[in-house]
């Protein structure tokens, strides 16, 4: 019996090990011995341990890239699943919105909801220090919580900003002209506090409901399933 | 049922490819039942549910996914893993129903049995038709 050949195999294994990016190495390494566990059962199965069986083999497991993109990504969920760290959260979204248009959205809409609490974080601490910057600002077609430059016209608002009927967004819309009023004093405070302790758990809420929801349901390598004993049109049976 | 699929119209490639992904999605949402059944007796390692899955449910799919679908369904406590050194000499890792699992199982079987059974009586009567017809031409022909 030849000896197997190991410079594919480690290829192989130090591909995937390479690509498995941000994951634990404890849980990484886990995962590439159980492939390289696996692909030593295969070839006790074959016998012979050529280049053309590794080859084939090796092929049967898929890209290394591929897979561990796909692991890299389910764990990195998971973990965003079972933390309350926006940090953690974000990454696993960045992973999953490499995957598809869902995650892109759910990454999109989870950046809104964490930068509206920056915002709010925001207001709290630099009231105390510009008050008559900091407000919650009402211009004649836009709403922003804030910050106002203090001119009349080509006015600055920074902050989260609503301009109906559909801007809504996280920055400036851009200079505004006429009256701006201040809608709340001191009451940003409260407004502020309690904005950003919503926002920050509606936000995880909703990131963690839908990675359950959609990112981990869906396993893209498992595209190519196929049935060894299907007919012709047997799908009518 | 075959009599009835060699007298079929042949299908464009379009509407082979269609049918070839039905087939594909209704094979990939039956994968984690096929799974978690086919660690119902004992527990296994990757490469004995491949051939499980291969053998008796005719599922083929790259082999690394395999161990993708299984790491989920450690994650969500549905089986438990350990290492294990064999003879062989090298170790494997095996993976076993978690009670968690267990129930899953239960409820995931329960549920396609009463669909595919649903499924069956609406399509069944179908095929018996077409059956008959297809007896009732070829005796006229005779």
């Keep these: ?237 | 049922m075959h009599c009835i699929v060699s007298k079929l119209p042949a299908l464009t490639d379009a509407e082979d490819v269609n049918a070839d992904r039905w087939e594909a999605q209704l094979r990939k949402g039956t994968l984690e039942l096929a799974i978690l059944a086919s660690l119902h007796k004992k527990k296994l390692y990757g490469l004995e549910i491949l051939r499980i899955l291969e053998d008796d449910c005719g599922l083929e799919m790259l082999e690394g996914t395999l161990y993708l679908i299984l790491n989920r369904l450690r994650a969500n406590g549905l089986v438990e893993s350990e290492w294990i050194t064999t003879g062989s000499g090298h170790p494997r890792k095996y993976y076993r129903l978690s009670s968690k699992g267990e129930t899953h199982l239960l409820i995931m079987g329960l549920a396609w049995i009463r669909f595919s059974a649903r499924i069956t009586d609406l399509v069944a009567p179908i095929l018996r038709n077409q059956e008959a017809q297809h007896v009732h031409s070829s005796t006229r022909k005779h």
């Excluded at chain 1, 195999?9 to 090990?17: H, S, T, V, W």
């Excluded at chain 1, 084939?56 to 890239?65: A, E, F, Q, Y």
């Excluded at chain 1, 758990?201 to 981990?216: C, D, K, N, P, S």
């Design chain 1, 1 to 237: 019996m030849s000896t197997p050949a190991p410079v594919n195999i480690d290829q192989y294994l130090a591909a995937l090990r390479k690509a498995c990016k941000g994951v634990q190495p404890s849980v990484r390494d886990e995962f590439v011995q159980e492939i390289h566990s696996h692909i030593l059962d295969r070839l006790e199965v074959e016998g012979d341990h050529n280049e053309a069986v590794v080859s084939r083999i090796l092929s049967t497991l898929g890209d290394p890239k591929v897979l561990a993109k796909q692991f890299t990504t389910d764990v990195l969920l998971q973990r965003a699943t079972r933390t309350i760290s926006p940090w953690v959260i974000l990454r696993g979204l960045a992973h999953w919105s490499t995957a598809g248009i869902a995650g892109l959205l759910v990454l999109v809409a989870t950046l809104f909801g964490y930068g509206f609490a920056i915002v709010c974080f925001l207001c709290l601490l630099l009231k105390p220090f510009i008050p008559d910057h900091i407000g919650l600002w009402l211009s004649p077609n836009t709403l922003t919580l804030g910050y106002w430059d203090g001119h009349l016209a080509n006015s600055i608002l920074v902050g989260t900003s609503l301009r109906p009927p559909i801007f809504c967004v996280l920055g400036t819309l851009g200079p505004t002209n006429g009256p701006i009023q201040e809608l709340v004093g001191v009451w940003i405070y409260a407004i502020c506090l309690v904005g950003a302790g919503l926002s920050l758990v509606a936000t995880r809420f909703f990131a963690q409901w839908m990675i359950q929801r959609f990112g981990l349901k869906k396993v893209r390598l498992i595209e190519r399933i196929i049935s060894s004993d299907r007919p012709a049109a047997a799908w009518l049976l």
